[in-house]
């Protein structure tokens, strides 16, 4: 899994980083062969004032399903990627399973032959 991350107005530290790929791999990991790329990005939104304003914007490029695109705001850097990427887990096991169930609903059962009108 192809993980891109970019920080925007404060500087991406080592220890950040490896947060996002751990967070991440734990929450996504599993759906490994459907995702073909994560793009994180994170942001200060009132800068030095402080308050909830650390965001983290997760975008998952799934194979021929459209993106799952979350937005977590909390006070906490951390806490902001921790519930985007547990949110951006549920939500990817959701839509693959929806689409799971598409394609079973849709094809016939072996064995099971169409009922024939009555004469």
Same mark, same amino acid.
């Given at each position: 899994? %192809?993980?891109?991350? +970019?920080?925007?107005?404060?500087?991406?530290? !080592?220890?950040?980083? !490896?947060?996002?790929? =751990?967070?991440?791999?734990?929450?996504?990991?599993? =759906?490994?062969?459907?995702?073909? %790329?994560? +793009? &994180?990005?994170?942001?200060?939104?009132?800068?030095?004032?402080?308050?909830? /304003?650390? +965001?983290?914007?997760?975008?998952?490029?799934?194979?021929?399903?459209? /993106?799952? &695109?979350? !937005?977590?705001?909390?006070?906490?850097?951390?806490?902001?990627?921790?519930?985007?990427?547990? %949110?951006?887990? =549920?939500?990817?096991?959701?839509?693959?399973?929806?689409?799971?169930?598409? %394609?079973?609903?849709?094809?016939? +059962?072996?064995?099971?032959?169409?009922?024939?009108?009555?004469?």
């Amino acid at each position: 899994m %192809r993980i891109d991350i +970019q920080a925007r107005s404060f500087s991406l530290t !080592e220890a950040l980083r !490896e947060h996002i790929k =751990r967070r991440l791999g734990f929450a996504l990991s599993s =759906r490994d062969e459907h995702i073909q %790329r994560v +793009q &994180v990005r994170l942001s200060d939104i009132n800068g030095p004032r402080g308050g909830d /304003d650390k +965001q983290c914007h997760i975008q998952v490029r799934l194979t021929h399903l459209p /993106d799952v &695109v979350i !937005e977590d705001t909390e006070a906490d850097m951390y806490a902001a990627i921790d519930r985007a990427a547990d %949110r951006a887990g =549920r939500t990817v096991g959701r839509r693959l399973m929806r689409q799971r169930d598409k %394609r079973h609903t849709a094809l016939p +059962q072996e064995g099971v032959l169409p009922e024939q009108e009555p004469n």
